[in-house]
Each structure stands twice: as structure tokens, then as C-alpha cells.
């Protein structure tokens, strides 16, 4: 019964996201991609200095900053997006 009504949620989720409207998509698109590169890029980092290259502190540092902003810009760009488009569709 629980995962009945998760799915309809889903679905429901998945049908106001198809409302929004194509500039506000793209944001959210192209800000995913973005944040999928530096995630890939800071855990590259990470695991290289972990098991190729001398270990440096700076780098994981570097590594976990980058990784985290990731994450920030993932939501910067899907709060961004669907702001703009509740902002566009109210006038």
C-alpha cells in the first residue's frame, strides 16, 4: 500500500515537471550537467591523489570543495529553474 502511493507521487512529480516551461528546463539541464562534470572532476581528484600521486592534503581538500559545490550548484540550478518558472507563469 506504501509503495502505491509513492508511485503516484512520482508520477504526479514527473507531470507538473512537464509543465515547466523550456528556458527553466534547460537551467535545470544544463545545471545538472555542470554539476554531474564536477563531481566527476572532484572525485577524480580524490581518487588519484589517494592511489596514483604522492598524498597531498591540499588536494583532498580540493577534491572534497569541489565535490561539495556540486551538490550546491545541482540545487542552485533546480531551485533557480522552477523559481523562474512560478515567477514567469504568475504574470
Same mark, same amino acid.
Not at 504526479?12 to 534547460?26: C, G, L, R, T, Y
Not at 550537467?33 to 600521486?53: E, P, W
Not at 581538500?61 to 540545487?75: C, P
Not at 533557480?80 to 504568475?90: A, E, M, N, R, V
Given at each position: $500500500?506504501? /509503495?502505491?502511493?509513492?508511485?503516484?507521487?512520482?508520477?504526479? $512529480?514527473? #507531470?507538473?515537471? *512537464?509543465?515547466?516551461?523550456?528556458? =527553466?528546463? @534547460?537551467?535545470?539541464?544544463?545545471?545538472? #550537467?555542470? @554539476?554531474?562534470?564536477? %563531481?566527476?572532476?572532484? /572525485?577524480?581528484?580524490?581518487?588519484? *591523489?589517494?592511489?596514483? %600521486? @604522492?598524498?597531498? @592534503?591540499? %588536494?583532498?581538500?580540493?577534491? /572534497?570543495?569541489?565535490?561539495? *559545490? =556540486?551538490?550546491?550548484?545541482?540545487? #542552485?540550478?533546480?531551485?533557480?529553474?522552477?523559481?523562474?518558472?512560478?515567477? /514567469?507563469?504568475? *504574470?
Amino acid at each position: $500500500m506504501h /509503495t502505491n502511493t509513492l508511485f503516484k507521487n512520482i508520477k504526479k $512529480m514527473a #507531470q507538473e515537471f *512537464n509543465k515547466v516551461n523550456k528556458f =527553466s528546463k @534547460s537551467i535545470i539541464k544544463y545545471g545538472t #550537467q555542470i @554539476s554531474l562534470a564536477l %563531481l566527476f572532476a572532484g /572525485t577524480i581528484v580524490i581518487v588519484l *591523489n589517494h592511489r596514483v %600521486l @604522492s598524498y597531498n @592534503s591540499q %588536494l583532498v581538500y580540493i577534491g /572534497t570543495l569541489v565535490v561539495r *559545490n =556540486s551538490f550546491i550548484i545541482l540545487a #542552485q540550478a533546480i531551485i533557480g529553474g522552477l523559481l523562474i518558472d512560478y515567477i /514567469t507563469k504568475k *504574470n
